[in-house]
């Protein structure tokens, strides 16, 4: 059984930073992609961006380019975003996510497992 945890989320303000981490355990797990992605209240859950597992190739959404960072902490198993520069728009409950496809990453329903969600409010 993989399990996803997000910690890290909060209420800043905006222009502040946060760094999101997601704590991977479980069995031996190789997937292909991990991911971001955020929900807002009312809206469809949104890609954030990708990693890939080998390889580090990254893909960040527009609206969050230049402003989130991903990496992966390998000793400790852990996917981070750090996220800079937050505006009012990036409020939303944010979810680490893994896929074993090669495809459509950008796609939530190509995510195989996902963590249980941590929220992150910026206020203006």
């Known amino acids: 059984q993989v399990q996803l945890v997000e910690s890290g989320g909060g209420l800043v303000q905006a222009g502040d930073s946060l760094k999101l981490s997601c704590a991977v355990s479980?069995?031996?797990?190789?997937?292909?992609?991990m991911g971001w992605f955020r929900q807002a209240p009312g809206k469809e859950r949104e890609f954030v961006v990708v990693?890939?597992?080998?390889?580090?190739?990254?893909h960040y959404a527009d609206s969050v380019k230049g402003r989130f960072t991903v990496s992966r902490d390998d000793g400790r198993g852990t996917l981070i975003l750090q996220m800079d520069s937050l505006k009012p728009e990036d409020t939303a409950v944010y979810y680490c996510?893994?896929?074993?496809?090669?495809?459509?990453?950008?796609?939530?329903?190509?995510?195989?497992?996902w963590g249980q969600g941590t929220q992150v409010t910026v206020s203006s």
């Open positions: 996510a893994a896929t074993n496809y090669d495809f459509g990453f950008t796609w939530a329903a190509n995510y195989h497992y």
């Open positions: 990693i890939s597992w080998i390889g580090g190739v990254i």
């Open positions: 479980g069995r031996t797990f190789n997937p292909n992609f």
